[in-house]
């Protein structure tokens, strides 16, 4: 069990570019979460996605903001035309079958727009 | 709508001192409550969690958390910290009939030598 990991690490871009970032969950974890954690703040739901069905989208989540889970393993989170407000580390999280009570996380990405 | 409280953004403690973190809740149902620590530049590692029965549960590198339903409250508590304790803790809630968490402002725990 290697854990979650999500690829960068770290991303810094400019104003209105877009990026996009990846998570591969604890491999057979059919639940994965995204979060956003801002500055000084607790981390706040963004989505989740059970196996590739995305069953959960907070109204967070902009129309700029895209995630997919294709073939329910990896998840990517897209943000389109990044603003500043976008600066924040965004984290991963899986779980399990079941009731999936644990959620364990990722080390995160963190974002920095210029 | 689910919410947490952490009412102390910082707490500070000698090393050997005990230490206590405090969390309100609010869920509809019966919670089931988290607390986490992040170290800086890392994610969230999980400490311990509360699900049913025993309201005292005991986690990880000595923390326990006391669960107590009239007051809404899941504090953490360590008899005796270190200095390695120094950390931000962080207090979630979701409900039985949901997945998402929902998560403190944080609370970030100095223990000097």
């Known amino acids: 069990d290697t854990g979650v990991s999500q690829d960068p690490r770290h991303k810094i871009t400019k104003r209105g570019q877009n990026v996009t970032f990846r998570c591969d969950p604890i491999s057979e974890h059919n639940r994965l979460y995204w979060y956003r954690q801002t500055l000084g703040q607790g981390p706040e739901f963004l989505t989740y996605?059970?196996?590739?069905?995305?069953?959960?989208k907070s109204r967070l989540l902009s129309d700029r903001f895209s995630a997919e889970r294709p073939k329910g393993s990896f998840s990517t989170l897209e943000i389109q035309r990044t603003e500043q407000g976008d600066s924040a580390m965004y984290l991963c999280?899986?779980?399990?079958?079941?009731?999936?009570?644990?959620?364990?996380f990722g080390p995160g990405t963190r974002l920095l727009v210029l | 709508a689910q919410s947490v409280a952490q009412p102390e953004d910082q707490v500070n403690v000698a090393e050997g001192n005990p230490l206590t973190v405090k969390c309100t809740y609010s869920v509809s149902g019966n919670p089931y409550l988290f607390w986490y620590v992040q170290y800086p530049n890392r994610g969230l590692q999980f400490l311990l969690k509360y699900i049913t029965g025993d309201n005292l549960v005991k986690g990880s590198y000595g923390f326990e958390a006391e669960f107590n339903k009239s007051q809404t409250s899941f504090h953490l508590k360590k008899p005796s910290a270190l200095v390695s304790d120094s950390a931000l803790y962080f207090c979630a809630v979701r409900a039985t009939n949901d997945y998402k968490l929902s998560f403190g402002a944080g609370t970030t725990v100095t223990v000097r030598a």
């Open positions: 996605f059970q196996n590739e069905a995305q069953l959960e």
């Open positions: 999280a899986s779980s399990s079958q079941g009731q999936g009570i644990d959620q364990y």
